[in-house]
């Protein structure tokens, strides 16, 4: 199925993510918990069944056709999405399942093999857990310490208190390029920089950027960056973990198996070049070939216009939400400064029974803590509501969420 | 997901004890406490007892979550103070069974208010909110918890404790 034409023609554009022509208890789809998780175009799904339909072989072995055009468009994918991020060299770029595998795999690989007792690991209070937990893990183990740099009153992160956290022990800054919770873009270049002073490498949780702007690596200046593909418009197991030749070149593999490596004695063995080292065991193959499918497709709509439609939406959707009022919204209130999600809570209506009265009118949100419990506790709450934006979304889906939540209101009183 | 009406989920008593929930606040005197969480979606019920024998003399929760978790918990404990510890037990299981569906159990006066979250049982994903009171309970009169069929357990987080007896 071609992408469609003109570019951001919303009803054509819709049309082409099967899932969202569905109606869900008698109304029709409304799709807002893009930042959990994106619906995938025909034009991907596409990829990924012409893949098993005639492609179908293991990859980097076979002598034979299938596995020649197995190999060839696995490492396409790769070229293609090492391209789309900017990076200077497909080896680079590591398949994994998606951000969090590629931390676990930064982690636990270079964190183990350098981190020591005294150490320290600088992250954000307003990461995912997938960006807290594995630096626990490594930081028990080796005995590092782990520092966070906190946000202010509106979720942004205060980056004049770095220069007193970033020490001459500081190994590792790890911190998300967009907030999964809140929506606040952080300002990656300044933390980078500040970062290289103390000669602390920088990790950048990735998947809540990529599917939204425009990414380039190098010019963020971090060492390594983490994506996913579902939330890319690409399949579920499929993300990579993009490091700095060198960095990746240093580090021990991450899991042992086959593809990752030279040589293979009774007591030792070698490794593959990178990225093979850390590409243990079949590999996600349709997957990865199908997020290729996935980059091809929001290039063509166009980064430009996916940042602008989004914008828009989330400025139409504050003042719908500020004109309906009994609403707090988190985040930075400058737009330049956050992304296409939403988080709020309603006066004493719990974020899982908004959900709750919006599932019934055919609206997807996420309730809950996002997997970012700091966030929660920096605001003295235990859960928001949240919508998420993404290219498919319209000013209609904005004022569907409105009405259901003067629906909400109706139920639980004004607050 | 559902077109069972929200009037049958949302009822005004429940709404009531949301706002308004009996036997909150702490037991000085409890015999026994038990801690449960939902880890999926954060909803916790803390309930203290003071045990006399096998009466429910005395009960108190605190907690925090949706409005199904925090009236159910508030409905239950109205209903189980002064019961003996197996009446509790066949009350835990006339609810249990309520949640999934039983005509019977819905049509059992002696649940009292806690007959309004029968259209909770209309909406799946809101089943374990409902049972959260009753896995409180089991956990504090010692008899387990049950399994979720839907794979979000709650769970003890180990702060059970057995005070003076």
Known sequence: MPITSPRLDRTALRAQFPALAQEVGGHPLVYLDNAATSQKPQYVLDALTAYYEHDNANVHRGIHELSRRATVAFEGARVKLAKFIGAADSAELVWTRGTTEAINLVASSWGMDTLGEGDEILLSSLEHHSNIVPWQLVARRTGARIRYIEMDEQGRLILDDLPELLTDRTRMVAVSHISNALGTVNPIREITEQAKKVGALVLVDGAQAVPHRRVDVQELGCDFYAFSGHKMCGPTGSGGLWGRRSLLESMPPYQGGGEMIRTVGREESTWAEIPHKFEAGTPNIAGAIALGAAADFLDEVGFDRIAEHERELLSYALERLDDLGGIRVYGPTDLDERSGVISFTMGDAHPHDISTILDSRGIAIRAGHHCAQLVMQHFGISATARASFYLYNSTDDVDRLIEGLASVKEIFGPA | ?165
Do not use: W
């Open chain 2, 1 to 165: 997901m559902t077109e069972a009406p929200l009037t049958s989920l949302y009822q005004a008593l429940i709404l009531e004890h949301y706002r308004h929930p009996r036997n909150k606040g702490e037991l000085a005197d409890h015999t026994v406490e038990a801690r449960v969480a939902n880890p999926v979606c954060g909803d916790e019920v803390k309930i203290q007892i003071r045990l006399e024998g096998d009466r429910i003399e005395e009960i108190a929760f605190d907690g925090q979550g949706c409005s199904i978790s925090q009236a159910s918990v508030s409905m239950m404990t109205a209903l189980v103070k002064g019961t003996e510890r197996s009446e509790a037990i066949r009350l835990a299981e006339v609810f249990t069974d309520m949640m999934h569906g039983s005509e019977d159990a819905s049509s059992d006066r002696s649940l009292g208010d806690l007959r309004a979250l029968q259209g909770v049982s209309k909406f799946p994903v809101r089943i374990r909110c409902a049972l959260l009171a009753f896995d409180a309970l089991r956990e504090a009169l010692g008899t387990g918890l049950e399994p979720d069929p839907l794979g979000g357990a709650a769970h003890n987080d180990g702060s059970q404790e057995e005070t003076t007896h």
